[in-house]
C-alpha cells in the first residue's frame, strides 16, 4: 500500500490533470473562473462526478478501485428511481482542522440500473460494456505494487520514478479520453436515448468527468447562491439549468444548495458521422454548516454529503433539450 504522501501526490497530479483538460473542453469554465478570479475569489472544486454503464471490467467499481488507491474512501450510497440509477461518494483524506480550500474535491460516481430496461436497450449496452477485455485496476494493482516511496524523495530510484508517471498517465487515459469500447453507432445512441438520456451520453463519453463543482459557501463576494447565479446571468449570461422550474436546487433546511449551467456541446464522432451533442457543465454548490457549527471555512464544519432530489435535477444538464437528431 503506497504511504498517505505518495497517493497524495497521486491524487493531485490526476485530479489536475482531469481539471485541466475539463477547463479546455467547457467553453464556460475558463469565463466563470478568470472572472472569479479577477475578484480575487477563492477558487475550490468541491466534487468532481463521473456516470458509469455497468460491466464485468467498467462500471462503478472500477472507479470505486481507482480513487481507493489514490486515498479516497466510500461513504453514503443514493437511489434515483425515476432514472435508475444508483450512486454513492468518496470521501477525500481530511483531517478535521483542515481548512476546506485546501481538500481534494469528493468524488460522485454513479452507475445505471441496466435490468430496469427492456431486453434490447440491455442488449444494446452489454454489446459495447462487454468489449474491455480486463479490469484496468490489474494494471494500477502492478504499478502501484513497484512504489516503496515518494517520487520526490532521495532514495526514489528510476524504476520506481517510471511505475509512479505510468500509473499517473494509466489513469489519466482511463478517465479523460472517452469510453474503453469501440466509437458507438447513432442508431444505439438513439436507442438509449428514448429511455435514458443518462445512457446514451454515457454510451459516448464513458468516464469523462460529467462535471466539477465549484465551492460557493468558501468565497467571500456570495453570501448566497442566488446572488452568485445572479452574477453568472447578469454579468456573465449565463445559461443556467431549470429542471424542476427553479435555478437553485435544495435549500438550508437539507444543509446543500446547488445550480448549474446547461452543458455545452462538442462534435461527438459516431460510426457514421459527426454530430454536436450536451456534454459536460459546471456546477456550483452552497453547503451550510452542520447546526451548532460556525462557517470557519474548515471541512469538518459543514455538511459534506449529497442530496438525492437536488442531483436528480442536476442529471438533467447534459439532457438534448432542443439539440436536433
Known sequence: ?????????????VLRELWQKYRERVADV????????????????DHVAFRTLPGAHCGAHVLEGLFTLLGYRRRDSYEFPDKCLSAFWMEPPADSKTPAHLVLPKVFISELQLEKFTPKFQACVEKYARQPAASPLTEWQTLFEKLKCSPLSDDCDNLELEAFENLKASMI????NGPSWQRPS????KLLLQDSEYAAWTLIFGSNPNHFTVSVHLMKRFSTLADFNKFLMDKLAVAMNQAGGSI?????FVQ???????????????QEGTRRLPYAFV???FRHPHTDTAA???????YQGFVTDNADKIFESTNVLATPL
Open 283 to 285: 456546477e456550483f454548490a
Open 173 to 176: 487515459s482511463y478517465l479523460a
Open 1 to 13: 500500500m503506497l504511504t498517505t504522501d505518495l497517493a497524495g501526490r497521486l491524487a493531485n497530479g
Open 186 to 189: 447513432f442508431d444505439d445512441y
Open 248 to 252: 437553485i436546487k435544495g435549500s438550508k
Open 296 to 302: 470557519d471555512g474548515l471541512w469538518s464544519s459543514y
Open 256 to 270: 446543500l444548495e446547488q445550480s448549474a449551467t446547461l452543458a455545452c456541446h462538442v462534435p461527438v464522432l459516431f
Open 30 to 45: 475558463p469565463r466563470i473562473e478568470d472572472a472569479l478570479r479577477s475578484l480575487g475569489e477563492v477558487w475550490h472544486e
